[in-house]
């Protein structure tokens, strides 16, 4: 951490634990994807299961900008962080509406399995997500894997 | 401009004659600027007292940050419901 001479001048460096979380919840919502189309193949069809793709396709892409939006801004100033995380909710709220826009009237759109895809997915993900994060001040984002964490331990002790 | 013309276009799009379709065409708006408000207003106040936190604390900024970006994401959901709500009066 550097100091500037305000605090929102203030940058903060180190590793960003939102990238890394949200990489989590990219690499779980790949694997919730098969389930999740599966669902909507059976109740709305083919279409159904081209919605829900694109609803998964939605989620994840939000996920990953708004991450990527923190990680990069908070290494220049928290100010800047600040502006980027309010503006970026409109702007990333703004994309979602236009995709969706764009899409609604092409004929492998069922806008009602679109809709309950995109809510299930953002909510399911991060409840998922709540699961393996750790927030404590020894580890700030993911939990860390036992054997692993022994593992890198272990010369320590000897 | 091609996407401003296509947002004006989409909420003009079902028969504006008729009040059923109007008063659809108003909730629509509703919900959605509505469900809007509330987490633009949730999202500011937790990130201007993550940034104070992190300026008063920094050795704990990574934790702060993780609070705050799945603050944010849960926060947005409701954002998200609203859209939805938009979409299925809308497009449904």
Do not use: C
């Not at chain 1, 083919?46 to 939006?69: E, K, T, Y």
């Not at chain 1, 764009?102 to 806008?111: A, F, G, P, Q, T």
């Not at chain 2, 008063?56 to 990574?62: D, L, N, V």
Request: without cysteine; proline residues 4%.
């Amino acid at each position: 951490m550097t100091s500037g001479s305000s605090p929102l001048a203030m940058a903060v460096a180190g590793e960003a634990p939102e990238v890394s979380i949200s990489r989590d919840l990219v690499k779980r919502g790949l694997i919730a994807t098969p389930v999740l189309v599966l669902i909507s193949a059976v109740a709305a069809g083919a279409d159904g299961a081209w919605s829900a793709a694109f609803a998964v396709a939605l989620i994840l892409l939000n996920f990953s900008m708004a991450a990527w939006l923190i990680s990069v801004t908070a290494r220049i100033s928290l100010g800047l962080m600040m502006g980027a995380i309010l503006f970026g909710y409109i702007l990333r709220l703004a994309l979602i509406t236009l995709a969706v826009l764009l899409v609604k009237d092409m004929s492998w759109v069922s806008i009602p399995v679109l809709g309950v895809t995109i809510i299930v997915t953002h909510l399911g993900l991060l409840f998922w997500e709540m699961k393996y994060v750790a927030a404590s001040l020894a580890f700030p984002g993911l939990k860390p894997d036992v054997a692993e964490w022994r593992a890198s331990r272990a010369p320590e002790n000897h | 401009m091609e996407a401003i013309s296509m947002l004006v276009s989409a909420a003009a799009e079902k028969d504006p004659n008729t009040t059923g379709s109007g008063l659809t065409a108003l909730g629509a708006g509703l919900a959605y600027g509505f469900a809007a408000i509330g987490p633009a207003l949730g999202i500011g106040n937790l990130v201007g007292k993550s940034v104070e936190a992190m300026a008063r604390q920094p050795e704990a900024a990574g934790m702060v940050r993780t609070t705050m970006f799945l603050g944010i994401a849960f926060t947005e959901a409701l954002a998200l419901i609203g859209f939805v709500v938009f979409i299925l009066l809308k497009f449904a």
